[in-house]
């Protein structure tokens, strides 16, 4: 869409003084594939540049958003998720799945009735959300609409052709509708102060960093530890200086690519499993490349401006910038070569061949 067209459409959009954006994708790396449009959906249709946040504990957006001024506050959404084996991916919040069904539906209107919106923005296909919205009484909301819900939507709304579409590039398609580019909304995270300085107290940058990622929502995404290590050896003996990251789950994980790697490379090696998001987003702010199967710092280093390399199987990575390369085999992450790994890394000019 040409700029005198985006120019006109968006003066149509009124502003809202108190508007919300639903985006119930549970991942962190999902809350990170939306931030440019929670961006702009704040600079363009609030009053005062700012939006609240309806999103799932899981994706840490009270935490990694903390520093963002287009966001107010978060409203925390419980409601369950299952991964691909049928088991809940968020099973250890602090409250039951209290949005669940049809009664959950009732809960989560009354939830954000009380915060008397006045517009949503809802970054989902599903018609659950268009219906919470409409029960809590908020009266122009904006979606996808490729059902029956659609008649509860203002314009815009996508055609059904876009149903399977990315997830991401939906929303970017449903801002297009009202001529917004969210191109100007891709810069990096905002990192809070404290967490910079706990990088920079705990590790001082003499040598080139790299950030590795061995979590994974499910198990089937997971790169072998034995084919980290491999890589891990190999990025040492260049001279790079290797974060392992993961959650307090991967600590074991991260321990074992150490003890396979070595002694001769320990001080090079080092695991990061019991750092918040915040902290791990300002470790990968501070390195100069990601590699690994961690969605969440694949899409984080790309947004940050380093250079992100995801190591995917069945699940393919989204590649939606240019900082992002990736490799993948169809019969499984497992398949993967370390060596395929570092060809493809040379060859992408993550590393100087030596």
């Known amino acids: 869409m040409n700029g005198h067209m985006a120019s006109t459409l968006t003066t149509k959009i009124q502003q809202f003084s108190n508007p919300l954006v639903m985006q119930p994708m549970p991942g962190i790396g999902d809350m990170i594939w939306f931030l440019p449009h929670i961006r702009a959906i704040a600079d363009h249709f609030s009053t005062t540049g700012t939006v609240s946040l309806l999103a799932r504990p899981s994706t840490h957006a009270t935490k990694l958003l903390s520093e963002e001024k287009s966001i107010k506050n978060v409203i925390s959404l419980y409601r369950s998720e299952l991964n691909r084996q049928g088991k809940e991916r968020d099973p250890n919040h602090n409250d039951i799945y209290r949005h669940d069904g049809v009664m959950g539906i009732g809960r989560l209107a009354r939830d954000l009735a009380s915060h008397h919106f006045d517009a949503a923005w809802i970054l989902d296909r599903h018609a659950y959300y268009v219906m919470a919205a409409v029960l809590a009484g908020i009266p122009n909301r904006f979606g996808l609409g490729f059902g029956a819900e659609k008649i509860f939507l203002k314009h815009p709304s996508l055609p059904k052709k876009h149903h399977k579409t990315h997830a991401r590039d939906r929303g970017t398609l449903l801002l297009e509708t009202v001529g917004i580019d969210i191109t100007p909304y891709e810069y990096p995270l905002s990192i809070a102060k404290t967490a910079v300085q706990k990088v920079e107290s705990n590790f001082q940058k003499t040598a080139p960093w790299a950030c590795l990622g061995v979590g994974a929502s499910e198990q089937e995404k997971k790169w072998p530890i034995d084919c980290f290590a491999a890589l891990i050896k190999a990025l040492c003996q260049k001279g790079i200086e290797c974060f392992i990251c993961g959650g307090p789950d991967e600590a074991h994980e991260v321990q074992e690519i150490k003890n396979l790697v070595g ?15 915040m902290e791990t987003a300002a470790l990968m702010t501070k390195s100069d490349f990601y590699i690994g199967n961690d969605t969440f710092l694949y899409n984080l280093a790309a947004l940050q401006g380093k250079k992100a390399f995801s190591i995917s199987g069945v699940v393919p990575s989204h590649i939606y910038r240019k900082e992002m390369m ?9 398949h993967v070569s370390p060596q395929e790994v570092l060809e493809n890394l040379h060859q992408d000019t993550f590393l100087v061949s030596s």
């Open 326 to 334: 990736t490799v993948r085999s169809l019969k499984g992450v497992q």
């Open 263 to 277: 002694q001769d490379y320990a001080s090079q090696i080092h695991g990061i499993t019991n750092w918040n998001v």
